[in-house]
């Protein structure tokens, strides 16, 4: 269906009166150019004939107004429909993106911001399939810019814009480190993994790893109250290339209990000591002899076959 006027949804009207104190000639009103109508005491006036409107902020009258004259203004804000961006297909911005509550330059966002080629990658924020090459993560450059980065190694930074986490794209992640060949890898002297049950005082159970230089690091399994209120006890120590398990301290600790026994135990030799004894149970071939490593003097048991 045609429509005489204007098309719908194109335009807005602003609506203002003025009531005249006589003899005004002129009277001021915002407008656009041909687009705004004028009544005068309810009837309309004929633009270029009974006033003339050129400049948008006022109007000349072509005979003056008498004492209470009303003029109403109908002032249509328009837009042309081609200076727009579909949503449907999209298009081109010619100049800046500008927040509403904009309050400096700063707050605008350039072509540049927008351009994925002008940034090298440095971190990692909103997950978007928007950007070609594939999935791409959008990363804030802390330099008032941002930039995209493949999502095959996105990473997270610290305070410091350091490396603190990344996940590879076989999904292994490196925690200080990059990934390497294992599911998870901890870099650092010191590293440690910890669990912790909670509470007003949360005691924490975790495992710590730490190295000298080159030399094989050593692994320690630990308790500490989380809270930082005690230093970390070991429990069980997994040292050097040899991978020698310990018990967190001399004479500190029980291999099982009275209540909870191993079922079996396999070994080499036996050695046993206390603040008592010193001894060790040697295998030969066909005997059993003990040795007191005090006076290391070797003793045969004798042994009777049961029939």
Request: charged share 20%.
């Amino acid at each position: 269906m045609a429509y005489i006027g204007r098309e719908l949804r194109q335009d807005q009207a602003a609506r203002t009166q003025f009531t005249a104190t006589g003899s005004e000639t002129s009277v001021n009103v915002n407008y656009t150019p041909g687009q705004l109508t004028v009544f005068l005491n309810g009837i309309k006036l004929l633009d270029g004939t009974d006033f003339t409107g050129t400049n948008g902020t006022s109007i000349d009258l072509a005979s003056a107004l008498a004492t209470d004259d009303v003029l109403d203004f109908i002032a249509y804000d328009t837009f042309t429909v081609a200076d727009v961006v579909p949503a449907s297909t999209g298009g081109t911005f010619a100049g800046n993106i500008s927040v509403p509550t904009a309050t400096s330059a700063a707050h605008a966002v350039t072509k540049a911001q927008l351009d994925a080629s002008a940034h090298t990658p440095e971190g990692t924020a909103v997950l978007s399939t928007g950007e070609s090459g594939g999935t791409k993560f959008l990363r804030e450059d802390g330099d008032g810019t941002s930039s995209w980065q493949a999502a095959g190694s996105p990473s997270i930074t610290d305070g410091g814009n350091a490396m603190a986490i990344t996940i590879d794209s076989s999904e292994r992640v490196g925690i200080g480190i990059a990934p390497t060949a294992y599911k998870l890898t901890v870099d650092g002297d010191g590293s440690r993994l910890a669990f912790s049950a909670g509470g007003s005082y949360p005691f924490m159970t975790g495992i710590r790893s730490n190295r000298s230089g080159t030399t094989s690091g050593n692994m320690y399994i630990e308790t500490w109250r989380g809270d930082g209120g005690n230093t970390p006890v070991t429990a069980i120590a997994i040292e050097g290339a040899a991978a020698d398990v310990l018990p967190g301290g001399d004479n500190t600790q029980d291999l099982g209990s009275s209540a909870k026994r191993w079922k079996n135990i396999y070994t080499t030799d036996l050695h046993l000591a206390n603040d008592r004894g010193n001894w060790t149970v040697i295998e030969e071939e066909d005997y059993l002899t003990i040795r007191n490593n005090k006076t290391n003097k070797v003793f045969k048991l004798v042994m009777e076959e049961i029939e």
